[in-house]
């Protein structure tokens, strides 16, 4: 089987086709990261939600047996516990909320550098100004 051969390229098409091919690769590329980008962020969400609702219904029912049993063993009554309690634990959550506002990495990385690069060779392209008289 013999495959007909391509037609020989006129200059007029050359720069359209290598356009239209460069943006379907810039466009192909976006796409991969951002599917990757979806994949881990859906996994991550998962796993935050599972991470929450279990550690929250763990951690309020020790907080309960533990006041439970400080109300017991000292005999102070169960609000001064819980005030106790809830002091020991507002350091640890105002630490976690300043480290959840820490910028998070930049998006498509592959992508910026890429257009970076490609804006770099287009400017490489253009003729140099010529100084005026």
């Not at 439970?68 to 959550?93: D, F, K, N």
């Not at 998006?107 to 400017?123: G, N």
């Amino acid at each position: 089987m013999s495959f007909p051969e391509d037609p020989p390229p006129s200059s007029h098409g050359d720069w359209k086709a290598a356009l239209a091919e460069f943006a379907g690769a810039r466009l192909e590329l976006v796409r991969l990261e951002a599917r990757d980008a979806g994949r881990f962020a859906a996994k991550r969400l998962v796993l935050l939600l599972i991470a929450a609702l279990s550690g929250t219904m763990a951690w309020l029912l020790l907080m309960a047996g533990l006041l439970g049993w400080t109300t017991a063993m000292t005999g102070w009554p169960w609000w001064a516990c819980s005030l106790l309690l809830g002091t020991v634990h507002l350091p640890p959550a105002l630490i976690a909320l300043a480290l959840l506002r820490r910028p998070a990495p930049p998006a498509f990385p592959v992508t910026r550098s890429e257009l970076q690069k490609d804006r770099e060779w287009l400017l490489s392209l253009q003729p140099n100004p010529r100084s005026k008289r």
